[in-house]
């Protein structure tokens, strides 16, 4: 069974950093792609960044071009998210996923497994 657990979330102030992980276990980790989703009170769940199962693909959202990278380490299992500059339009509750193939998307409905999300909050 896959199971996905999140950490790294928190209060930071507006144009602080946090770095997000998630620790996956249940099937071969490098071979398939990852994703961050974030959802904000109120509104729908939104692509944030995924990458392919080696690494050496990633895509972002516009918003966070330039200030957050993903990034993994397939020997721990483990993909990550730093997120520089915080805004507070950042503010969410954070969702990593596995995509059961190698390469990156970012429908959410390419996703089969999720963790249960992390909140990151952004004082201005």
């Known amino acids: 069974q896959v199971q996905l657990v999140e950490s790294g979330g928190g209060l930071v102030q507006a144009g602080g950093s946090l770095r997000l992980s998630c620790a996956a276990s249940g099937r071969t980790f490098s071979i398939y792609a990852m994703g961050w989703f974030r959802q904000a009170p109120g509104k729908e769940r939104e692509f944030v960044a995924a990458i392919s199962g080696s690494g050496g693909s990633t895509s972002y959202t516009d918003s966070v071009k330039g200030r957050f990278t993903i990034s993994r380490d397939n020997a721990k299992n483990t993909v990550y998210l730093q997120m520089n500059n915080l805004k507070p339009e950042d503010t969410a509750v954070y969702y990593c996923?596995?995509?059961?193939?190698?390469?990156?998307?970012?429908?959410?409905?390419?996703?089969?497994?999720w963790g249960q999300g992390t909140q990151v909050t952004v004082s201005s």
């Open positions: 996923a596995q995509r059961p193939s190698y390469g990156t998307r970012r429908n959410a409905n390419e996703y089969d497994y």
